[in-house]
């Protein structure tokens, strides 16, 4: 409340949020939920997109059930799964306000953190979260640590965490960025790296982040890494040749 007791008008007043999943079925409704209170409570205007990303389990039948009770949210399926970068390329795709969010489904990020991201949407067009204090395996830190490494070797971007699962950023970056050439746990890494030879402006920020309660982490198995790789290496190469 400022001193002429007026409440404060949000800086953003629709957002779509949508939440990559695959295999989801124990966290999916509780980081719906309580996404869909935060923004009610700041009275944004939403539309909430679930990209289940060809689960096996019942998270598509939860997502349904939420979306029967609240027609806001949707349900996107992939029939195959497709990784981590293919969901986020179609929620990209697939929103429709002017500022969209993304964030893991698994329940390891705190969405009313969202509340500190807001300000900064005046001066800049992403908005990057970086967990302060990782809750993830050595092996997970380890290939972190050689992505930021390797993101500047063969990309000279340096960020505190380029792969943090917790981003808001103006639509019209997505187009502006054009296609993403790779779908991998590297999209991320494409897109920023994108965004920001486009010279778009970007503002990193903490986030909390919390240990996973329920389901498996896939994003330290070592297909999913190799993968990863391979796909940093192509993307040097597509850059490049852009470049020339």
């Known amino acids: 409340m400022n001193p002429l007791g007026l409440v404060p008008t949000m800086p953003i007043k629709k957002l779509s949020v949508f939440f990559p999943a695959y295999n989801e079925e124990h966290n999916i409704a509780n980081t719906v939920l309580e996404t869909t209170a935060f923004l009610k409570a700041k009275k944004i ?10 689960s096996k389990d019942n998270t598509r039948e939860i997502v349904l059930n939420l979306a029967k009770k609240d027609r806001k949210i949707k349900l996107i399926e992939h029939k195959k799964n497709r990784g981590y970068g293919g969901a986020l390329k179609t929620g990209m795709k697939s929103a429709k306000y002017e500022w969209i969010c993304y964030t893991d489904s698994d329940g390891q990020f705190d969405f009313s953190e969202l509340a500190d991201f807001l300000p900064h949407t005046k001066n800049y067009d992403l908005i990057v979260g970086y967990r302060k204090d990782r809750k993830d395996n050595k092996l997970r830190h380890f290939f972190a640590r050689c992505l930021q490494v390797g993101d500047f070797i063969l990309f000279g971007i340096w960020m505190k965490d380029i792969d943090c699962g917790f981003k808001l950023f103006k639509k019209e970056v997505v187009a502006g960025v054009g296609p993403l050439a790779t779908e991998s746990a590297i999209t991320e890494t494409e897109f920023i790296v994108r965004a920001k030879r ?41 850059l490049a040749k852009e470049k020339d």
């Open 198 to 238: 486009k010279g778009y402006k970007m503002k990193e920020i903490p986030v909390t982040h919390k240990a996973r309660v329920e389901g498996i982490q896939t994003g330290g198995q070592i297909k999913i890494i190799s993968k990863a790789i391979k796909e940093a290496l192509l993307l040097f190469l597509v």
């Open 45 to 54: 205007d939403y539309e909430i997109l679930v990209v289940d990303d060809g």
